[in-house]
């Protein structure tokens, strides 16, 4: 069995639910063994959290970000995107995935526009007719990413 892709959900707390909806839409990434996800949730009370974050953005393969206003206003998603952008500097093979959950003002964040984001086109998950026709557009292009990943990993194992 083929070694699933670490994945990172990097959201606010007080879009809890929406990282929950985009949980039960990847469920077949997961089960289909392409991903491995985890976020802060999993932490363990007690637990020295800030180290736990930047241990799993570091040994992530796939950092997503769930991008909405209140995502831009906290500073530890903020911190998140900072660590995860450094890191993909020195780890090329790291891909950042920016998903527009809600309208906000994403373009105008650090160099988020140049990054392809998900949904397609820009236009929020929230914005769509259909809700789940949009996270189904999100699920495709993380899997694409995390096959693309996988091939070149196991691409750069094999010299």
Sequence with gaps: MSTP?????????????????LEKHLSMLVRNNIISPWHDGKILAGSDWKSHIECRLNDADIVIFLVTSNWLASEACIEEWNIAKQLSEQQPNKVLIPIISTECAWVDFDDMKSKLVLPYDGKAVSQWNNQDEAWLNVYNGIKRAAEAQKKTLDYSLAL
């Excluded at 892709?5 to 909806?21: G, M, V």
């Design 5 to 21: 892709q670490n994945l990172f959900y990097s959201y606010c707390h007080s879009d809890k639910e929406q990282r929950e909806a």
